[in-house]
């Protein structure tokens, strides 16, 4: 019997990380290149970066605001659900997240930069 749990236990925790790591159905996914074009047109666009304060101080994009994600259920009545709104981390994870959370709340346009500030050479 244990055997059967312990097969079990593995299978839910596969599934937790894979559909964790899965884009967001409605979620657009850009490069850090396709990012740089969309900087170039900053009218109705939002953008969002949902690493930690200190993460962001260390080293952030101008255009983008500093919502951490722990925070942004919070905040998204000061965001405006017809812009598009480009959320950007470290990795691509946690922005991958904050682009769930803003396409179950109504968004209309989210756009998640993948491979985050990792991948940013501007």
């Keep these: 019997m ?9 299978i839910l925790l ?5 559909t964790k790591m899965l ?3 409605g979620v657009e996914h850009i490069t850090p290149d ?3 074009e969309k900087l170039k047109q900053t009218k109705d666009r939002q953008f969002i970066d949902v690493r930690t304060p200190a993460e962001y101080r260390a080293r952030n994009i101008r255009q ?4 951490p994600l722990h925070q942004l259920a919070d ?4 965001l405006d ?8 981390c470290q990795s691509g994870m946690r922005s991958n997240q904050a682009a769930k959370i803003l396409a179950k709340n109504g968004f ?14 501007g």
């Design 23 to 25: 884009p967001t159905k």
């Design 81 to 88: 659900r017809e812009k598009e709104t480009i959320v950007i």
């Design 14 to 18: 596969i599934y937790f990380v894979a």
């Design 108 to 121: 209309k346009r989210v756009v998640n930069v993948r491979g985050g500030m990792n991948a940013w050479n």
């Design 64 to 67: 983008f605001k500093n919502i």
């Design 75 to 78: 905040q998204l009545h000061e």
């Design 34 to 36: 396709e990012l740089k």
């Design 2 to 10: 244990g055997t059967w749990m312990n097969v079990v236990l593995v």
